[in-house]
């Protein structure tokens, strides 16, 4: 029998990394947006295992060891709008989608933070993130106070809704900033999520994660061209961790004269779908 779970898209405002003894106590400390778009992923059981992203095949990446930990044979597809790749959480939503419906579609009878260790471990060990799948996993505009998955990790959140516009320019590489010298990238981390505890504000977020991509070296010319061009216009904007992608409240982006995809932060976490 087939199962489906919805997980929500998450945008990395900022972030510090944290590596320490084993997948479950590494991760990331930071804050950022879940959105109502995400990742919806079905599951059936399949003698020949395959992974599909949009109707098409694709490297199985961490589903695959979501599946080996779980020791189960089955056809994983995922669907999206979210663009690949440009800081959404696309591979952390297919791990821990796979997880959720993978544990229903098989009886298997884990609960929910066995089903994240499952998946943020998955993630860890590819390279492909550091904190989506625990933040995608609580929903909302969660803050990751303390790195890992249950019960290491630790997360707060900002206490509002909101609905935001988005636009990507391009993808940037996760793994190749995420495992290369972050000790200046970390620095900012920490320095951004001590003013937004401070602050748990929107407000605060989006400025704390401007400061963060500049101090970083992640801002490219055309994310800052736009995140200039929607504070021009009255809005608030950041760029998305990892990707060429700016992320704007309201309809900031479309003020701006961007072409932009709405959406709204997410409410909850991930969960599965009734028929």
Do not use: K
Not at 147 to 171: K, M, Q, R, S
């Amino acid at each position: 029998m087939g199962e489906t779970a919805f997980v929500p898209g998450h945008v990395t405002a900022f972030f510090s990394v944290h590596r320490r003894a084993g997948p479950l106590r590494t991760g990331s400390r930071g804050a950022g947006l879940t959105l109502t778009d995400g990742v919806v992923v079905t599951v059936e059981p399949a003698a020949q295992p395959a992974v599909t992203l949009n109707g098409e095949p694709v490297e199985p990446g961490p589903v695959s060891s979501v599946l080996e930990a779980l020791a189960v044979d089955v056809r994983v597809d995922a669907e999206t709008p979210l663009p690949v790749g440009a800081g959404f959480g696309v591979s952390g939503g297919m791990a821990l989608g796979t997880a959720l419906a993978a544990n229903a579609a098989a009886d298997l009878a884990r609960s929910e933070n066995e089903l994240v260790r499952v998946a943020h471990r998955a993630e860890v060990e590819a390279g492909t993130g550091l904190g989506d799948v625990v933040a995608q996993a609580r929903g909302g505009l969660p803050i990751r106070l303390e790195p890992g998955a249950p019960p290491h990790g630790t997360l707060d959140g900002i206490p509002a809704v909101a609905t935001v516009e988005y636009t990507t320019f391009g993808e940037l590489d996760t793994n190749a900033v995420i495992s290369g010298q972050t000790d200046a990238l970390s620095a900012a981390g920490d320095a951004a999520l001590d003013r937004l505890r401070a602050e748990p504000t929107l407000p605060t977020l989006f400025a704390a994660a401007r400061d963060f991509a500049r101090e970083a070296g992640l801002l490219t010319p055309r994310v800052e061209d736009a995140i200039e061009a929607v504070q021009a216009a009255g809005g608030e904007a950041c760029m998305a961790m990892l990707g060429e992608t700016v992320l704007a409240l309201d309809g900031g982006l479309s003020a701006a004269d961007y072409d932009a995809s709405p959406s709204r932060v997410h409410p909850a976490g991930a969960s599965l779908r009734m028929d």
